[in-house]
């Protein structure tokens, strides 16, 4: 309703609208808009002889920028950015399998290794009762003092030590393995559910460092992500870009229009197609100044360079990662090498100085020495074999074909 009065105060003009509509909206690919819109106006004013009078319109109303939000690649660009978005969510929950496999595989060797352990401490004890039973027949022969059967009897009580450490490595191994695996949700207490079959390896495996590179570089899903992201950023500049400029508008409507006195003629004369009402123009605006257009576009354009930038450093990470994964497997085969050959040589040791016990040329006590580097050679070498699987492992991931190897695939 709209009122004009005059100096006076007298009603100079009184209009009264009342408009219902049904209104349908379609987007179009290339940024502009079609309205398809059917209303009914009831005006009752001073001015007019017939009061009410309404009037029918049936539009087709076609909007199109032509500069600003001009363009299918700028109409689909949220779209495309939201694709990316689903993707790098994709890459990011693939790392983290990664990492999930990793620690599942690391602990896997570390359980080989507890339990290889528990075997080595567990010989060794049976070698200390031995020696206890060796001792105490040679104490009713006169052969040893009884000093020695306190000898083997104080071994025996460490070697016993070391079996129970040993006993629960394993334990607490199997249920970080069976946490990790999500086990004990499905069987409860998983101790003793869990058995190693796949044994470590032992041969020298030679990587070139440079295929390492270029697979870590191909494979690792960071590197992915942080692309995704570039070009995310990419787009979001082109898209502040399109914002600074004007604005210019095509708006076109054309529709047949019915005007009567009685609500249902109006739409009479709607439908006998004879009136038409048609509307052509350009509308173009250029905001003041556009600060806020300029601003956002200033801001996409810092944050593309600093999606470079943080790419660049992924990237050198990575190459660290690799290089430091090389070195590692190296070192630890190295190692290998190392143990196998000490723990060759304590066996030896123990051979000659076991003879030269029943000899009577060696003590008790230098026997347990030993037989306790033997233990410790073992051990030691369990360790190295051990290291390297998880250090194979961990090149794996760094080169990102950890899944791969596995064969372990995720499906979208």
Avoid: C
Wanted: a neutral charge.
């Amino acid at each position: 309703m709209s009122i004009e009065t005059g100096l006076t105060g007298e009603s100079l003009f009184e209009q009264k609208d009342l408009q219902i509509g049904l209104g349908w909206k379609k987007p179009l690919r290339w940024g502009g808009t079609t309205d398809l819109t059917l209303t009914q106006q009831k005006t009752n004013s001073s001015f007019q002889r017939t009061n009410p009078t309404y009037q029918a319109n049936l539009a087709v109303k076609w909007t199109q920028p032509l500069l600003q939000g001009f363009g299918e690649k700028i109409k689909q660009a949220p779209l495309v950015i939201a694709k990316r978005q689903f993707d790098i969510s994709l890459l990011t929950f693939r790392t983290r399998i990664m990492d999930i496999v990793f620690k599942i595989v690391s602990l896997y060797w570390e359980l080989i290794f507890q339990t290889d352990n528990l075997v080595v401490q567990q010989n060794s004890l049976n070698l200390a009762r031995q020696l206890l039973e060796l001792n105490q027949t040679k104490v009713k022969l006169g052969l040893l003092a009884p000093i020695e059967i306190l000898v083997a009897e104080s071994t025996i009580a460490s070697r016993e030590d070391a079996v129970i450490i040993a006993e629960k490595g394993v334990r607490d191994v199997e249920d970080q393995l069976g946490n990790v695996m999500g086990m004990q949700k499905t069987f409860g207490h998983v101790s003793g559910e869990i058995l190693p079959t796949d044994r470590p390896v032992s041969d020298e495996i030679r990587l070139d460092p440079n295929d390492l590179l270029a697979d870590a570089l191909k494979n690792r899903p960071e590197i992915a992500a942080a692309e995704y992201h570039i070009e995310n950023g990419i787009t979001s500049v082109e898209i502040a870009e399109n914002q600074v400029r004007p604005s210019l508008d095509f708006v076109g409507i054309i529709g047949p229009t019915g005007l009567s006195g009685q609500f249902g003629s109006s739409f009479d004369q709607l439908a006998s197609g004879d009136f038409y009402r048609w509307e052509a123009g350009l509308l173009f605006s250029v905001p003041i100044g556009n600060k806020a257009a300029t601003a956002a576009l200033r801001k996409e354009k810092a944050g593309q360079q600093k999606l470079r930038i943080e790419k660049e450093r992924l990237i050198s990470q990575i190459q660290l990662e690799v290089r430091e994964g090389d070195r590692r497997v190296k070192s630890d085969f190295a190692r290998t090498v190392a143990t196998r050959r000490a723990l060759t040589l304590s066996k030896k040791q123990l051979s000659a100085g076991t003879e030269r016990f029943h000899l009577g040329l060696l003590s008790s006590h230098d026997l347990i020495e030993f037989q306790n580097d033997v233990a410790i050679a073992e051990g030691n070498a369990l360790r190295a074999i051990i290291d390297y699987n998880k250090s194979l492992a961990n090149l794996n991931r760094v080169d990102g074909t950890l899944l791969q190897k596995y064969q372990i695939d995720m499906v979208k």
